[in-house]
């Protein structure tokens, strides 16, 4: 058998850390290699070209530390490079390793969660204009109705510390109220961009009690300790001592310093030059 491993979590910034966060609190027994390519993000409004000539790079990247699973917790990387580098990529450079998304564990719970069957998704250009999420509910639940919602200013809103400040209600009422606008039966809203967490106590601010507002850290998380258990081979190729490493494209400093906002905890990030 090749040599174990740690799970690797990527994403294009910071977002991903409360995806990771959820993941250690389910799984702390496991160790973690976390990658944002800061210097490269954001993601969100590049084209489907570039999303993916990056993330495959963070993939080869992450095999070369030793990872035999990567998880995209990126819903911009999920939305527009999963599925060619699962089916294109990974039988030609590693057929025995596997990389996850964000997307489907968070789609495979909704119906439970919707009464009304009308689903609405807040992410970022990018995630919107790909339809992932309307494409895979749809082959899930075919039966749910499903609109979503670009919020381009979200991210920089939780990156310059301003989600909590009244500055930032104009942003998230704007576009809940768009949102609402397009179809008034919404009773589950998905928190597309694992940004969003951040703001979830303002986006629950402007909107009814009575709408579900999922945020796709725990789901994740969930999915991927079922994955893990079904796939026991996978699981005998992860290391486990409880440990998380940090890397960063652009300043570890930096990382340090904002990565506290999503983590509550202190950490020290390294520096990778070169992806390619």
Same mark, same amino acid.
């Given at each position: 058998m090749s040599k174990v491993g740690a799970i690797g979590i990527f994403d294009s910034g910071y977002g991903g850390l409360t995806v990771l966060s959820e993941i250690k609190a389910l799984m702390p027994e496991y160790d973690y290699i976390y990658l944002g390519d800061n210097a490269r993000t954001p993601y969100g409004n590049r084209s489907f070209e570039v999303v993916y000539e990056f993330t495959l790079e963070a993939v080869k990247w992450f095999f070369a530390q030793g990872c035999h699973l990567v998880i995209l917790a990126c819903n911009t990387a999920s939305?527009?490079?999963?599925?060619?580098? +699962?089916?294109?990529?990974l039988p030609?450079?590693?057929?025995?390793?596997?990389?996850?998304?964000?997307?489907?564990?968070?789609?495979?719970?909704v119906e439970t969660l919707s009464q009304t069957q009308h689903i609405g998704i807040l992410g970022t250009e990018g995630t919107i204009q790909s339809k992932s999420y309307e494409i895979e509910i749809g082959k899930l639940h075919p039966q749910?109705?499903?609109?979503?919602?670009?919020?381009?200013?979200?991210?920089?809103?939780?990156?310059?510390?301003?989600?909590?400040?009244?500055?930032?209600?104009?942003?998230? +009422?704007?576009h809940l109220n768009r949102l609402l606008e397009k179809d008034s039966k919404i009773d589950t809203i998905i928190l597309g961009c694992t940004h969003y967490p951040l703001l979830i106590n303002k986006i629950k601010e402007f909107l009814p009690e009575s709408i579900n507002v999922i945020s796709q850290g725990k789901y994740v998380a969930e999915s991927l300790k079922n994955y893990l258990h079904r796939h026991p081979e996978m699981d005998k190729k992860c290391t486990k001592n409880g440990t998380v490493k940090?890397?960063?494209?652009?300043?570890?400093?930096?990382?340090?310093?904002?990565?506290?906002?999503?983590?509550?905890?202190?950490?020290?990030?390294?520096?990778?030059?070169?992806?390619?």
């Open positions: 939305a527009k490079a999963l599925r060619t580098i +699962q089916q294109v990529d030609k450079i590693a057929p025995e390793k596997r990389v996850l998304g964000v997307i489907r564990p968070t789609t495979e719970c749910l109705t499903v609109t979503g919602e670009a919020c381009p200013m979200w991210v920089p809103l939780v990156e310059n510390k301003e989600y909590n400040k009244p500055g930032a209600d104009y942003f998230v +009422q704007q940090y890397f960063t494209t652009e300043s570890p400093e930096k990382f340090k310093q904002l990565a506290s906002l999503f983590l509550n905890e202190e950490i020290e990030a390294e520096k990778v030059n070169e992806l390619a």
